[in-house]
């Protein structure tokens, strides 16, 4: 089934429900560490199902995901009100060679990423947590939304590499 805007909105929001946005962000890159600590290369690579990505391209798809949400908060935060264009994802891991990338190298990536973002929605004054941009999908986005998304995208893909690791 494939999901809508606002589904997908709905479900990623709801993991992240009665938890600090900011402090889930900042606990992912250890806890990415500390699930694939241990497993294997081979491992890391191999797909639960032909259908479904294995740790490594999860781990891929983060750290691209970051660096898109660093340049959608700073374009939020220089230009209030700009255009937030969708991608998609699929094609960006096939085109971006997810699984061929170095899983260890993805976590690393992901982390130096993320503490960058963490240090600057760390800066923010009130006035610009409220700043906003309009998604393509999804419509309008402030800066405290796309850290309360980007946290249960962090929930979700950590589910996910938890239910592979329990099966490898």
């Not at 690579?45 to 340049?71: F, M, N, Q, T």
């Not at 937030?84 to 992901?110: C, M, N, T």
């Amino acid at each position: 089934m494939i999901e809508t805007p606002a589904q997908y909105t709905q479900r990623i929001l709801h993991y992240v429900d009665g938890r600090e946005p900011t402090a889930v962000q900042a606990a992912t890159a250890a806890a990415l560490e500390q699930l694939t600590d241990g497993v294997s290369p081979a491992d890391l690579r191999k797909r639960p199902s032909p259908d479904r990505w294995s740790i490594g391209e999860i781990v891929a798809h983060l750290a691209d995901a970051e660096i898109v949400i660093g340049y959608r908060l700073r374009l939020m935060l220089g230009s209030p009100g700009t255009s937030i264009v969708a991608y998609d994802q699929e094609r960006w891991a096939s085109s971006g060679h997810y699984d061929l990338r170095d899983p260890r190298k993805s976590v690393e990536l992901f982390r130096v990423l993320r503490d960058a973002n963490l240090a600057l929605l760390e800066s923010l004054d009130a006035e610009q947590w409220a700043h906003y941009g309009v998604h393509s999908e999804r419509g309008p986005e402030s800066v405290e939304d796309v850290a309360r998304m980007t946290a249960g995208h962090d929930l979700n893909h950590l589910r996910q590499i938890e239910q592979i690791v329990l099966s490898v």
